[in-house]
Nanobody, 126 residues
Framework: QAQLVESGGGLVQPGDSLRLSCTAS????????IGWFRQVPGKEREGVSC????????SYAESVKGRFTISRDNAKNTVYLQMNSLKPDDTAVYYC???????????????????WGQGTQVTVSA
């Protein structure tokens, strides 16, 4: 079973930064679209950022634009989500996801992604 693994979450104060990582055991991530989503209890999972395949077209939710940056390190088979100027509203479980269909485009639609990681908790609190 192909797996995605997130890491890098933690407890930080408002204004701090974190970098989340997404790696895969059986996929070469550069060939696929990757999305970062987040979810808080009682709410739907929402798209935060996504990046297309080798063309690296990226998109961001309005709530994180200018603060978060998605990137790839193909040598490490890893996709990162750099999160700066964190706010308490950013508190959530963050998931990375992979889509194999139409990888040239970037999507915030959960149903477009076939593979998901287990998530990593990000807590922003004073």
């Amino acid at each position: 079973q192909a797996q995605l693994v997130e890491s890098g979450g933690g407890l930080v104060q408002p204004g701090d930064s974190l970098r989340l990582s997404c790696t895969a055991s059986e996929f070469t991530l550069q060939f696929y679209g990757i999305g970062w989503f987040r979810q808080v209890p009682g709410k739907e999972r929402e798209g935060v950022s996504c990046i297309s395949d080798m063309h690296n077209v990226a998109s961001y939710a309005e709530s994180v634009k200018g603060r978060f940056t998605i990137s790839r390190d193909n040598a490490k088979n890893t996709v990162y989500l750099q999160m700066n100027s964190l706010k308490p509203d950013d508190t959530a479980v963050y998931y990375c996801a992979l889509k194999t269909v139409d990888s040239r485009t970037c999507s915030f639609t959960r149903g477009h992604y076939e593979y998901w990681g287990q998530g990593t908790q990000v807590t922003v609190s004073a």
